[in-house]
């Protein structure tokens, strides 16, 4: 028979991170400046349909 505590692995690949966990550390950088684009859009749209 067997021992249960074995682990049967098709082979060990590589650790690669998420795009998500990639971006997450940048949060506090990424949502103001975006925000700000996004601001100055809606400013600059309005602006120009008036």
Same mark, same amino acid.
């Given at each position: /028979?067997?021992? !249960? ?9 590589p650790?690669? !991170?998420?795009?998500?966990?990639? @971006?997450? !550390?940048? /949060?506090?950088? *990424?949502?103001? *400046?975006?925000?700000? *684009?996004?601001? &100055?859009?809606? =400013? &600059? @749209? =309005?602006?120009? /349909?008036?």
């Amino acid at each position: /028979m067997s021992s !249960p505590d074995t682990h049967h692995s098709h082979g060990d690949e590589p650790y690669q !991170p998420d795009g998500v966990e990639a @971006i997450v !550390p940048l /949060m506090p950088l *990424v949502l103001p *400046v975006v925000g700000g *684009v996004l601001m &100055f859009l809606l =400013a &600059f @749209i =309005a602006v120009y /349909m008036a």
